[in-house]
């Protein structure tokens, strides 16, 4: 099993930057894969980027791509999330989430029992 603490959200302009990240327990964080989602107040909970088990294959939204950069460091049991030029509406809760499955679509992290608390990402104009 895997527990998951997600940190580093907060209130930015538009056009700063944050950095999240996820700390995993467990001496198997290298077996997951590791992805993050957000859910805006009033909407359904979205997939944003993922990352293989080895840090070697990420995945984006379109709606992220050019700004969010999905990354992983094995040997400290985090995987980031740095979003840079962000905009209002990436405003939500963020999440991240593990999944145990030799792939890392979006459906293997909704199955999965691994998730985090959420942080709180407030982007103002």
């Known amino acids: 099993q895997v527990q998951l603490v997600e940190s580093g959200g907060g209130l930015v302009q538009a056009g700063g930057s944050l950095r999240l990240s996820c700390a995993a327990s467990?001496?198997?964080?290298?077996?997951?894969?590791m992805g993050w989602f957000r859910q805006a107040p009033g909407k359904e909970r979205e997939f944003v980027a993922a990352i293989s088990r080895s840090g070697d294959t990420t995945y984006r939204v379109d709606s992220v791509k050019g700004r969010f950069t999905i990354s992983r460091d094995n040997t400290k049991n985090v995987v980031y999330l740095q979003m840079n030029s962000l905009k209002p509406e990436d405003t939500a809760v963020y999440y991240c989430?593990?999944?145990?499955?030799?792939?890392?679509?979006?459906?293997?992290?909704?199955?999965?029992?691994?998730w985090g608390q959420g942080t709180q990402v407030t982007v103002s104009s």
């Open positions: 467990g001496r198997t964080f290298s077996r997951y894969s």
């Open positions: 989430a593990a999944t145990g499955t030799t792939t890392f679509q979006p459906r293997d992290f909704q199955s999965s029992d691994y």
